[in-house]
């Protein structure tokens, strides 16, 4: 498909459009004016939480779904932008808080995310499927317990509260709609980024390791080092997730990253399904609204159970998550369209 | 004499392109190669033959690195591989093929191929994609046209037929500059025509690419090679042209009347 685009002597912004597909344009449009019609509860409570959600399952969809590498720390790689955040920026603690501007913070929280993920990516690309997850469990559990017995630069419990958004050029990012937009970009960015990347020579080679490493070093390639950059992109995304996590806090704990929040992130990557990256954001979009609203509908006590009924249904039906469910709708129309042509 | 081919080669090549001094391999307490010592000039077509289990794929990890050797050095134009890891072979000219399929099922052929041209080059890491343009995405078209994969360019491979994989399996051999192959079995559930296929574009080589094939079929093997080693249990036990190895009776005892039944 896209070396047709390419041989298309049309115009280069015609060509621009195709590539880009009218379905982005609609979910674009849709996206945008969403602050048009919605309560502040929805814009940030739904909207931006399953944004940033959506990028730590995608961060994840990166190394499971091209890398074929499952990972349950991308919660602790968010959690060390976060921390970051509290200790290098302002906090309420009273517990460091050196108090540089957010355009210094907001890039060294990156750079500690992605260095911390390809370090662990480099520990755990000697190992394989089970072990792997494993090997990133443990990594997420002991970062947990690490943080929440450490005073001296994590503040143990009760971690640091007061992170704020910052105020640039006038704007409160505090606000519910800048707020919005800003995970808005921030997810645009790492979607299109993955969406992009996929089919690039890098992209290729991910999934080419996927498929088959041995032939992999069989043709010239260095699969570890490939595995730990990819690692490294994974970090940038979740440690940009982690950044917007604790403004839309306001704090970052223990609790944040904890091995619940650990599991959450692979629960929303496989019910949205992690062949593309759209995945990650519907699956987050899924379980934001019933972890806010299964409440409402069977009570405080059973809401997990709903949530889990639901996790079942999906993996039970469709093993390529809602994602599939839509593949299997489209070709059944299609047969259905074959038919009726007879 | 046999030695005479090799020596008029070496005269052409000034070098060897693989030289095994006493390589083994031990798994356990089995012992897969034992005391192999091989010079093979620079661009010789050479055929190993042997029954099941004599050892000719593990010599043929031993010499990719995909399984270190247990003993003794290898040597890949006059520079000592022994130590480098299987990538590091490559990028210096070596290239192979698998006795069945190590392919990339998820990707199309066109990338399959375009990734064992990109392996050694430059940019393995290009967050672009490659334009049509790109010198690596050109060798892999005119690899396509060379193998006759052309009407499945787009195909994801695992839907590929099994000849149509055989055929992939030999053209991930050829991208980037190779100056050695290693081919394991390439003949093998092959339909007579594509066997005649396979026979032309082996012989369609350029010359200063070498290659060791391995090959059951005595009749692909024989018309490709230029010299044949016989293998049985982890040795090497006769070195010939294939007129001598084809008539040697130990030959016809071990391998035609024992290992073809």
């Known amino acids: ?342 | 004499m046999t030695a005479n081919v090799a020596a008029s080669r070496l005269q052409d090549s000034g070098a060897y392109a693989l030289e095994l001094d006493s390589v083994a391999r031990h798994f356990g307490a089995l012992v897969a190669l034992t005391g192999i010592n091989m010079r093979i000039a620079a661009g010789e077509r050479r055929a190993v033959l042997g029954s099941n289990g004599a050892g000719k794929t593990t010599l043929f990890n031993a010499i990719t690195g995909d399984f270190l050797p247990t003993e003794g050095r290898i040597k890949f134009f006059g520079e000592d591989i022994t130590d480098l890891p299987p990538h590091e072979r490559i990028r210096r000219g070596l290239r192979r093929t698998y006795q069945i399929s190590q392919l990339f099922g998820g990707l199309s052929v066109l990338d399959n191929i375009y990734l064992a041209c990109r392996g050694v080059s430059r940019k393995r890491y290009s967050l672009v994609r490659p334009k049509p343009s790109d010198a690596n995405r050109m060798q892999a078209e005119s690899i396509l046209h060379a193998v006759h994969l052309e009407s499945v360019r787009d195909t994801p491979v695992s839907n590929l037929s099994h000849g149509q994989q055989r055929q992939l399996e030999i053209a991930m051999a050829l991208g980037g500059a190779p100056r050695f192959i290693l081919f394991d079995e390439p003949a093998a559930g092959l339909s007579p025509t594509e066997r005649r296929d396979l026979i032309e574009i082996l012989n369609a080589l350029p010359a200063h690419i070498g290659y060791i094939i391995i090959e059951h079929d005595l009749d692909v093997a024989l018309r490709v090679s230029e010299y044949v080693s016989m293998m049985h249990n982890g040795k090497l036990f006769k070195e010939g042209t294939p007129e001598e190895i084809e008539n040697d009776p130990q030959v016809q005892e071990i391998y035609l009347g024992g290992g073809h039944g």
């Open chain 1, 1 to 342: 498909m896209n070396a047709d685009v390419a041989r298309d002597p049309a115009t280069p912004a015609r060509n621009l459009l195709a590539r880009i597909g009218t379905g982005h344009f609609v979910l674009a449009a849709l996206l945008l004016a969403y602050p048009l019609v919605s309560s502040d509860f929805f814009l940030t409570q739904i909207g931006g939480y399953s944004l940033i959600f959506g990028m730590l399952a995608l961060s994840l969809s990166l190394l499971a779904g091209y890398g074929g590498m499952v990972s349950l720390a991308q919660i602790s790689f968010a959690g060390v932008a976060g921390y970051t955040v509290a200790i290098f920026g302002e906090n309420n603690s009273n517990i460091l808080g050196f108090g540089w501007p957010w355009w210094l913070v907001m890039p060294l929280a990156l750079f500690f995310a992605a260095t911390s993920s390809a370090l662990i990516g480099w520990v755990s690309v000697r190992t394989e499927g089970i072990y792997t997850i494993m090997i990133t469990l443990a990594v997420a559990t002991a970062a947990f317990y690490f943080v929440r017995q450490n005073y001296t630069l994590f503040n143990g419990f009760p971690g640091y509260t007061g992170l704020r958004a910052p105020i640039v050029f006038g704007v409160n990012f505090r606000d519910p709609v800048p707020f919005y937009y800003m995970c808005l970009v921030a997810a645009t960015l790492s979607y299109a980024a993955v969406l992009y990347a996929a089919r690039s020579t890098f992209g290729l080679t991910l999934q080419a390791i996927r498929d088959n490493p041995r032939r992999m070093r069989a043709i010239g390639f260095d699969v570890t080092a490939h595995k730990v950059v990819a690692w490294f992109y994974a970090g940038l995304i979740a440690g940009l997730a982690g950044v917007l996590l604790v403004w839309f806090n306001g704090r970052i704990s223990p609790g944040t990253i904890n091995v619940a929040a650990a599991i959450n992130v692979l629960i929303i990557a496989v019910i949205g399904g992690l062949k593309h990256p759209i995945g990650p954001f519907i699956g987050a979009l899924m379980v934001v609204l019933m972890q806010t609203f299964a409440i409402d509908i069977v009570g405080a006590e059973r809401f997990n159970t709903l949530i889990g009924v639901f996790f079942l249904a999906i993996v039970f039906f469709s093993p390529d998550g809602i994602l599939g469910l839509w593949g299997q709708l489209r070709q059944r129309l299609a047969q259905e369209d074959l038919r009726s042509r007879q």
